[in-house]
């Protein structure tokens, strides 16, 4: 079955919820493609943010991988 990810970026700062984002790609043919693009487009998008941006608001990424249909 189709799998579709769903990335949210996080900050370790009270107040500040996780906001969801689309990266390129969303829709994978099995979990561990989505499980892989995730781990992978997580520490690319991490590598990319400066280091200020990481210490000030403390960032991270979360992401899920579901089945279709169970969104």
Known sequence: M???IIMYLCSQIPGNACKPFEPE???FK???ECA???YQYS???MSNFSDKFIEEYRA???FDC???GMV
């Open 36 to 38: 892989r693009y995730g």
């Open 2 to 4: 189709k799998t579709i």
């Open 66 to 68: 579901k089945e279709q």
């Open 60 to 62: 991270y990424i979360v």
């Open 25 to 27: 790609y969303t829709e």
């Open 43 to 45: 520490s690319e998008l």
């Open 30 to 32: 099995n979990y561990g």
